[in-house]
């Protein structure tokens, strides 16, 4: 039984290093599914959204506009951090049911949680925290080529998340995406060893 916390800021290569982990068997739980699932329709965090965002960051179904509410958390470190005092005490809530779950259908099970965001106060809970690092300039390189973002767009997402280095104090283990996929997969297959001893 092992509870990993795999992080790593945008573009960083996290999610291939979750996608591998879960082919090796790893059971992945997805901070970020988990997010986008606490604001649907109907769901208390998105009211909650509402009331601190008003009408401007919905669509006309009732769903959240995700992009235009990007926009404004980004540029205002105080609106984002209402804005997670919103979701993530419901993905945290989600999240620990999963890892009961997980463990419950199997004991032994390597449980993965890929988490985009992680501080001190968290780490307790984790038998091992995972980072997947790559430098600013691979990661902007990223989102500009990828994901079709601007260079400064690109830069102002890095800036308001947190630094490497402050992801790095809390590592025991650094994946370098910074190369080719396959020198990360094979950083992601030694890890795995290391998991099911």
Excluded at 7 to 16: F, M
Aim: proline share 3%; charged share 25%.
């Amino acid at each position: 039984m092992a509870l990993i916390a795999l992080t790593g800021g945008i573009a960083s290569g996290k999610s291939t290093i979750a996608k591998r982990l879960g082919e090796l068997g790893a059971v992945v739980v997805d901070a970020d599914a988990l997010a986008r699932d606490v604001v649907r329709p109907g769901e208390s965090a998105l009211d909650a959204i509402r009331d601190a965002f008003g009408d401007g960051v919905f669509r006309e179904d009732g769903s959240l506009d995700r992009p235009a509410l990007g926009r404004i958390v980004f540029a205002d470190p105080g609106k984002r951090h209402v804005l997670n005092g919103i979701v993530h005490p419901a993905v945290l809530h989600r999240s620990h049911a999963a890892f009961r779950a997980a463990f419950a259908l199997d004991r032994s099970a390597v449980v993965v949680y890929d988490v985009p965001l992680i501080d001190a106060r968290g780490v307790g809970e984790f038998d091992r925290i995972v980072v997947a690092d790559a430098p600013t300039d691979v990661r902007v390189e990223r989102l500009v080529t990828l994901r079709g973002m601007s260079e400064e767009d690109a830069r102002a997402r890095l800036a308001a998340q947190l630094s490497d280095g402050d992801r790095r104090a809390l590592a025991s283990d650094v994946i370098d995406t910074s190369g080719s996929l396959e020198s990360t997969l094979a950083q992601v297959h030694t890890l795995w060893t290391t998991l099911r001893r």
